[in-house]
């Protein structure tokens, strides 16, 4: 080995050495034992401060990057005037609403209407008590999340399903047909699509056996698909085949519950206006509207939890592969003290693509019918997400059985047997699976007849 | 207890509420803000799993249809009208201040031995709640989920013209 790079590897090594030491004798950089030793209740300020602040900061960035992504997207320019880039737009556009006349309408029922955009915002903020935003373990362990209760995930679908009263009350309270419709339709939407939610979750739930969110990150470092040859990968559920339909159908669902495109019937223009906000004006307006961006970024942050590895980089154990693969040992020591003391920013990062992900929806998809709508929630989502849940059951089964291959086995076996099942049973019962089994005969109407683009009575001039 | 003693507060105000506001809407906000806050002392006495199924039951799902019902049957604004001093008044007070009376009886002689404010730890949690429902209480368990599964089919078959 050449002198020079020998002189590489010790720096790597040094520089791995100082970030990688997570014990607690170095716990004094992040202030931990300083934390722990305030009351309870301090703590808990502190923390929300901590990690609920951000999010408040982050809103404006988000709504430039929706407008420009967008604009980007539809080939357009997009706000590009106040500041670099157009960085400064939302400040102007907060300042605008701010300015603007705020007008209460003379019918409205004033004490909801004025109730109404609080209780809108209040689950946007307080949903994201339960994520962690960085380790569980080691120096940084204390500061997130804001509170490690045993009912994680249930308390964040409990939180958000209180987001329908914002909706309601707005509408009600506008006393304004459109806004009512409006409000009428976007709590059937956020009920129906809740089920599938919950559903789709509690596969995950069973998959780690705890409802805690820590629990759950903490599973997700585990060797990918309990195989121990494959330990440098890192488990997330997004990877495993249960857990990919269920992050989809919880995509979906995600998508449904804060009421955006293509699920934005509350406020179809064309169809009711602007839905249950109608009659807001100025800063009640932006309230509506900061809720909105507050609960896309902590569902953002959900999904990220449950399903891409909450605060991890990537999914790779770093120690894993140091201790593995010898000649990258520096590299992955640096990566893996990365990967512990920027955990926040990996998180924010996950976030951030969530976000992304809503707007590229929202270019791409157009809207839906309010019947198309609930179809799809009623009987697409749910049944999938039931049959997801039953398939988990099985996997955890088998693999409790047989080892950590034996959920694919069981995996396998069950396409198959719904496979049989589609041939006899629904090809059986279905009216194409009739014609193709010859049990009724196409009628002359029905037959397929070949297609020209020329008419065949008409002659063909050359 | 300062937190206890806020909340229950609250939770009083609120119920309070509940039977003063002429609007049902606005009393049906304050049964919301009633159980929402309940929860909270739930919080506060560590049984989380109970606070969390009191807002998921009451305040995410009941309330709403409870809300929904109201809206839709009493679209106008908020109404008044005054009752005439009726002797069926001060009976129902009287029978309303003797069941709270049973009520109490039996409820604050549990209180006599009761000083710790707090749950011990893993009481309650969603850990034990499942073991104890999937093992000692297995067949009620099983009995409501097929009565409440009964309740769904007919609900479609009252909601469906054909089937």
Known sequence: ?462 | MTVFMVLSAIAILAALGVVLFSSPVRSALCLVFNFFTLAFIYFGLKTELLGITQIVVYTGAIMVLFLFVIMLLNLGGPQTWKERFEFRTVLGFGFGFALAAVIASQVFANFQYFDKPQAPDSFGSPQALGRVLFTHYVWPFEIASILLLIGIVGSIMLAKRKL
């Not at chain 1, 407008?67 to 106040?82: A, E, H, T």
């Not at chain 1, 300015?99 to 946007?124: G, W």
Request: hydrophobic share 55%.
């Open chain 1, 1 to 462: 080995m050449p002198a020079a790079s020998h002189g590489v590897w010790q720096i790597g090594w040094a520089l791995s050495d100082m970030i990688v030491r997570r014990d607690p004798r170095y716990s004094y950089c992040c202030m931990t034992d300083w934390l722990i030793q305030q009351s309870p209740a301090l703590q808990a300020t502190i923390r929300v401060l901590v990690f609920v602040l951000p999010v408040l900061i982050i809103v404006p960035g988000l709504i430039w990057w929706e407008r420009r992504l967008l604009s980007w997207m539809q080939d357009r320019i997009g706000p590009n005037r106040v500041g670099p880039f157009g960085l400064l737009q939302p400040i102007a556009d907060g300042v605008k609403l701010f300015l603007k006349e705020d007008i209460t309408p003379a019918a409205v029922d004033r004490l909801i209407y004025f109730v109404a955009p609080a209780v809108a915002l209040f689950p946007a903020f307080a949903i994201g008590a339960t994520l962690p935003w960085g380790p569980h373990y080691g120096p940084l362990m204390h500061w997130t999340p804001i509170a490690d209760v045993d009912i994680g995930i249930l308390y964040i679908l409990a939180i958000s399903s209180l987001g329908v009263y914002g909706v309601v009350l707005a509408g009600y309270a506008s006393n304004n047909k459109y806004s009512l419709l409006g409000g009428l339709r976007s709590s059937a939407q956020l009920i129906s699509y809740e089920l599938a939610m919950s559903v789709s979750l509690a596969g995950i739930v069973m998959a780690t056996g705890s409802l805690k969110l820590t629990d759950m990150v903490a599973e997700q470092m585990k060797p990918l698909w309990g195989w121990d040859a494959a330990a440098v990968f890192q488990n997330w559920f997004i990877f495993t085949p249960y857990g990919f339909i269920a992050a989809v159908i919880f995509l979906i669902c995600m998508v449904a519950e804060t009421n955006r495109a293509p699920f934005d019937l509350p406020e179809a223009e064309n169809e009711i206006i602007a839905g249950y906000h109608t009659e807001y004006s100025s800063m009640k307006f932006a309230v509506f509207f900061m809720g909105e961006y507050a609960t896309m970024f902590i569902f953002g942050g959900v999904f990220a939890t449950v399903f891409l590895g909450g605060w991890n980089m990537l999914p790779v154990n770093w120690d894993v592969l140091a201790a593995q693969v010898p000649a990258v040992a520096p590299f992955a020591r640096v990566m893996d003290g990365a990967n512990y003391w920027l955990a926040p920013l990996w998180f924010l990062g996950k976030c951030a693509g969530g976000i992304t992900f809503y707007i590229w929806l929202r270019a791409t998809l157009p809207r839906l019918r309010y019947d198309q709508l609930m179809s799809l929630g009623w009987k697409s989502l749910l049944p999938m997400a039931v049959a997801n849940f039953i398939v988990v059951a099985i996997w955890i089964m088998c693999t409790k059985l047989y080892g950590p291959a034996g959920g694919w086995i069981a995996l396998f076996v069950a396409l198959a047997i719904v496979y049989v099942l589609y041939l006899n049973v629904v090809s059986a019962t279905s009216k194409s699976g009739w014609y193709a089994q010859g049990r009724i005969r196409m009628t002359q109407g029905a037959e397929r007849r070949p297609i020209a683009l020329v008419d065949p009575t008409k002659e063909v001039r050359p």
